[in-house]
């Protein structure tokens, strides 16, 4: 079955560790995008990368960084500079970079401090 | 002002029952209109896109109202497993702005 895969799937990270989430794709898609969900706020675009080799900040990308080496895959790391890690990280993914694309989400990680 | 705001409920209907939520966005220009189903913890998934001139899947029924920006979703004769979050999510400028979500429970 074609989807996006997340791990894992609960992470614990402590003070001034960095750590990274996992997102693969089967699906041939070549947009990826790495949202952030808190508790009453909607989602919210870390990073997005539309190609191979490239990527780009989304609204709140500061304390996180992406690659994107391969089309299947698109880590995020959450650095040590992210005060306020805890929430839960959704990976997407579209066909194509357009607006009105269907998204296709992973099942998501959640991210919690020690 | 946020650009999608919803009301967070919780709507606590009983079997049977119509329930009813709507969503505001500030931005006049939105492009597109969709409305996503989200299960606790779980990946949202798109439920329905939502059209100039209302559209209807099966017991969901989308509106869109341009003149007071907002949108709509109505839901009939809920089941059980309607009970779930239901993030109204709209297209600025090329870019998703989702709302915090409306809670929906549906009790036996």
């Known amino acids: 079955d074609g989807g996006i895969t997340q791990s894992p799937k609960y992470l614990f990270r402590k003070e001034g560790q960095n750590v990274t989430l996992s997102c693969e794709q089967n699906l041939n898609h070549d947009a990826m995008y790495w949202y952030r969900q808190d508790p009453g706020q909607g989602l919210r675009l870390i990073y997005y990368?539309?190609?191979?080799?490239?990527?780009q900040k989304g609204d709140i990308a500061e304390g996180y960084s992406v690659s994107r080496e391969k089309k299947e895959s698109f880590p995020l790391t959450v650095t040590s500079a992210q005060k306020n890690p805890t929430a839960f990280y959704l990976c997407a993914s579209k066909d194509r970079p357009l607006p009105n694309e269907k998204l296709f989400f992973g099942s998501g990680t959640q991210l919690s401090v020690l | 002002r946020k650009e999608v705001e919803q009301d967070p409920g919780p709507f606590n209907v009983p079997e049977g029952a119509t329930v009813a939520f709507n969503c505001t966005y500030s931005n006049s220009a939105s492009q597109s209109f969709f409305w996503y189903r989200q299960d606790c913890r779980k990946e949202p998934k798109l439920l329905m896109s939502v059209y100039s001139s209302g559209n209807e899947d099966g017991r969901f029924t989308a509106q869109l109202n341009r003149a007071s920006q907002y949108i709509s979703l109505l839901i009939r004769d809920s089941k059980l497993s309607d009970s779930a979050t239901y993030l109204c999510v709209v297209l600025n400028d090329y870019k998703l702005s989702f709302g915090a979500g409306t809670t929906v429970t549906v009790r036996a």
């Open positions: 990368s539309q190609i191979v080799n490239d990527f």
